[in-house]
């Protein structure tokens, strides 16, 4: 939730799913996709820190032909369907317990909208489902109930165990529309776990699922970041000896190191481009430089006393903010690539690191340590205007990433004990935790949302 209290922050105020040959082919059913009408809402504006839940009714999908293997897969997709959406702490989805229409008998083309608004439903998800194992074909639609139109029809078909696939391209589909973004539900999250007795790296799906351990060298690994292209991971790691910087193929494993006299650490991929900046001190204190993919030095980024770490890149690839001494603490600041002038954006604490530039380009997040001790999650404007704090007497709360679409931010924590990862909306809201694996996960880093 968004605190409006005092803290260290100052005063406070939405990797690539690879479709099969076999695939999953996607046409429009009907009518697709059109706006709300002017007279009910436009868009779910995820700017909004007041943002109301939408009231969404995603009854059980209707099999073809109602065999039990059938019915069970209706069910499981409408399931997931509705847990997808209520992920994205944006809906309110509807007890399917207080519908009035039975969803055995409903047409799921032309419902009758009268029984979903007397239950407050805003929004109206129907879906179908035909199964000749190993294939299964789905219809799904999305309707506005008030304005009684359809919103978005699509088909999907494909083998049986990609129906998480289906559902997240349909989610993703619902949220460009209302939100104009996408790229949420085909994420990836990559993070540290130490369930192996180690600190990894790890990768899982946008919402924990799936999770599968990359690094297997039995040392410490920090800081993993994945490129645009949701291929290569770049991480820090001590299976050397000392802190260096590691370039991985997340499919092909094919690694190249930065070994380098001192430490790089820090990595951070240019948007749209396979280059990356890292913090290395070959040269003596620690500077950002400009990397290749594999790792080659292209140039130096910045040219001051005392430590430049963490970078983070503007949309745009025109701008950096990255935490420097330079003024006596750690603090945030903004460097115009063309000028190369940098500009201090925090003043407020006395230890402001792990900055993270928003994909939408206004805001950066970061963590802020308070004067009593401990660590909360804080936003700002890439101005250093509008200072909002989102985390606040819940342990230590650490390593902000933004989702694809900016609409939400994973972060670790420790308000449960030990170091677990959560979820909550750009604003703070809805924070909860995304996974519970043994040993202790931290470092979450959302990556682009790839699509086909």
């Known amino acids: 939730m968004v605190d409006s209290g005092n803290a260290g922050c100052g005063k406070t105020l939405a990797v690539k799913h690879t479709l099969l040959v076999l695939g999953i082919i996607m046409v429009g059913l009907l009518s697709t996709g059109v706006a709300f009408g002017a007279d009910k809402y436009d868009y779910i504006d995820i700017n909004n820190p007041l943002l109301r839940k939408v009231p969404i009714a995603i009854p059980f999908f209707k099999p073809a032909s109602g065999n039990g293997?059938?019915?069970?897969t209706a069910q499981t997709g409408a399931i997931l369907l509705s847990d997808t959406l209520s992920f994205t702490g944006y809906f309110k989805i509807l007890d399917r317990g207080s519908f009035l229409v039975d969803d055995r008998q409903f047409d799921v083309a032309a419902p009758m909208f009268k029984g979903w608004t007397t239950v407050g439903?805003?929004?109206l998800v129907t879906g179908s489902v035909a199964l000749n194992n190993p294939q299964v074909e789905m219809e799904l639609r999305l309707f506005d109930t008030y304005n009684e139109r359809q919103l978005i029809g699509r088909k999907y078909t494909g083998n049986v165990?990609?129906?998480?696939?289906?559902?997240?391209?349909?989610c993703n589909e619902i949220m460009g529309l209302l939100t104009g973004s996408t790229g949420l539900f085909e994420s990836k999250i990559v993070y540290i776990s130490s369930g192996s007795g180690n600190k990894e790296v790890y990768i899982c799906d946008f919402d924990g699922y799936n999770p599968t351990q990359i690094t297997h060298?039995?040392?410490?690994?920090?800081s993993p970041a994945v490129s645009h292209d949701g291929k290569w991971v770049a991480y820090t790691s001590y299976s050397k000896g000392k802190p260096d910087l590691f370039i991985q193929n997340i499919s092909d494993k094919r690694t190249s190191v930065v070994d380098k006299k001192g430490m790089g650490i820090s990595p951070a991929w240019v948007p749209g481009r396979l280059e990356l900046s890292a913090s290395l001190s070959f040269s003596g204190d620690p500077e950002i430089y400009l990397l290749t993919g594999t790792g080659k030095v292209i140039n130096r980024l910045t040219d001051s006393p005392g430590i430049d770490v963490s970078p983070t890149w503007s949309p745009d690839g025109?701008?950096?903010?990255?935490?420097?001494?330079?003024?006596?603490?750690?603090?945030?600041?903004?460097?115009?690539?063309?000028?190369?002038?940098?500009?201090r954006i925090t003043f407020q604490g006395n230890n402001n690191t792990q900055p993270e530039w928003s994909p939408k380009g206004d805001k950066i997040v970061y963590t802020a340590l308070e004067k009593g001790g401990g660590f909360n999650i804080c936003l700002l404007g890439v101005d250093g205007k509008g200072l909002m704090q989102l985390t606040r007497g819940q342990g230590d709360n650490e390593s902000p990433s933004w989702s694809p679409d900016a609409s939400m931010i994973a972060f670790s924590s420790t308000r449960e004990g030990t170091s677990r990862i959560y979820v909550m909306t750009a604003y703070g809201a809805d924070q909860r935790r995304l996974m519970s694996t043994p040993g202790q996960q931290s470092e979450p880093k959302w990556s682009p949302g790839v699509t086909n």
Not at 69 to 72: C, G, P, T, V
Not at 217 to 222: E, F, G, V
Not at 328 to 340: A, K, R
């Open 121 to 123: 439903a805003e929004l």
């Open 318 to 343: 025109n701008k950096m903010a990255f935490v420097s001494r330079r003024g006596g603490t750690p603090q945030i600041y903004v460097q115009n690539m063309n000028s190369g002038q940098a500009d």
């Open 161 to 170: 165990k990609d129906i998480r696939v289906m559902i997240h391209r349909f």
């Open 69 to 72: 293997a059938e019915s069970e």
């Open 217 to 222: 060298n039995q040392s410490i690994n920090l």
